[in-house]
C-alpha cells in the first residue's frame, strides 16, 4: 500500500474523444509525476507538476496536459484519443522534485483502451 | 540520450535458485540507478537504488545490485528467490541533468517455479 490512488482503475474510450484521470498523493507530497507504460514497455515519463506548476515534459505531444491541486490531487488530461493511447498510466508522488533525494511512490495505474 | 537496456525480457527459475537481471545503460554524464518491482496489477515499487559510494547496493526482499562503472552495468541478483517473487522488474536511472525524471528498460519478467 503506497497511500497513491488512481481512478479509475479501467476506463475505455472511442477514438478522438477526451479522457481525464485522477492521481491522489499521499499527504505532504508536493511534486507529481506521470508515465505511461504501453503493453510489454517500461514506463514513460510524460511530465512532473512541483507546487502546482509543470516541472518538465518527456517527449509527448501538447494534447498530454495536467494540473495538480493544493489538495494533493491531480489529473491527467488528453485530448483526441489516439488508438496507441492504449496504455497503463501511472502516477507517482513524491516529498521533491529529484528522484535521488527521495522515494517515489507509485499508484496502481489506471488502464485506457482507445477503440 | 540516456537509455537503458534491460537484456533479458523473461527469466525463469526454479524456486530457492539464485536469479542476475542484467541492466545495462548508456549515458556520459553521472547517473542514478534503480530498481523497480511491479506486481501483477500493481505499481511500481522501490527495490533499492544507487546514487553514490560503494558500489554494491542492498535492498528490500533480499535483493542487492552492484554498479560498474567501467561497464555502465547495474545487475539485480537474489541468492535464492521464492515463488512470491514472481513479477516485472524496471531498472532505471536519473541523469544528473534530467533529475526530476526517470528513465525505465523494458523490463524483465522472472518467473519463478516450483
Known amino acids: 500500500e503506497t497511500g497513491v490512488t488512481q481512478s479509475p482503475t479501467h476506463l475505455i474510450k472511442t477514438r478522438g474523444q477526451q479522457v481525464t484521470l485522477r492521481c491522489s498523493s499521499q499527504s505532504g507530497h508536493n511534486t507529481v509525476s506521470w508515465y505511461q507504460q504501453a503493453l510489454g514497455q517500461g514506463p514513460q515519463f510524460i511530465f512532473q507538476y512541483y507546487r502546482e506548476e509543470e516541472n518538465g515534459r518527456g517527449n509527448f505531444p501538447p494534447r498530454f496536459s495536467g494540473l495538480q491541486f493544493p489538495n494533493y490531487s491531480s489529473e491527467l488530461n488528453v485530448n483526441a484519443l489516439e488508438l496507441d493511447d492504449s496504455a497503463l498510466y501511472l502516477c507517482a508522488s513524491s516529498l521533491d522534485q529529484a528522484f535521488m533525494n527521495t522515494e517515489a511512490f507509485f499508484g496502481q495505474g489506471t488502464r485506457l483502451t482507445v477503440v | 540520450a540516456q537509455s537503458v537496456t534491460q537484456l533479458d525480457s523473461q527469466v525463469p527459475v526454479f524456486e530457492e535458485a539464485p536469479v542476475e537481471l542484467r541492466c545495462n545503460y548508456s549515458?556520459?554524464?553521472?547517473?542514478?540507478l534503480f530498481w523497480y518491482v511491479q506486481y501483477p496489477n500493481q505499481g511500481l515499487q522501490l527495490l533499492l537504488k544507487?546514487?553514490?559510494?560503494?558500489?554494491l547496493v542492498k535492498g528490500i526482499n533480499g535483493f542487492e545490485a552492484e554498479f560498474n562503472k567501467s561497464q555502465t552495468s547495474f545487475h539485480l541478483r537474489k541468492p535464492s528467490v521464492h515463488i512470491s517473487d514472481t513479477a516485472e522488474y524496471f531498472c532505471?536511472?536519473?541523469?544528473?541533468?534530467?533529475?526530476?525524471?526517470?528513465?525505465f528498460g523494458a523490463g524483465t519478467r522472472l518467473a519463478v517455479h516450483p
Open positions: 549515458s556520459s554524464v553521472s547517473v542514478y
Open positions: 544507487y546514487l553514490s559510494g560503494s558500489t
Open positions: 532505471a536511472v536519473t541523469p544528473s541533468g534530467g533529475y526530476n525524471k526517470l528513465i
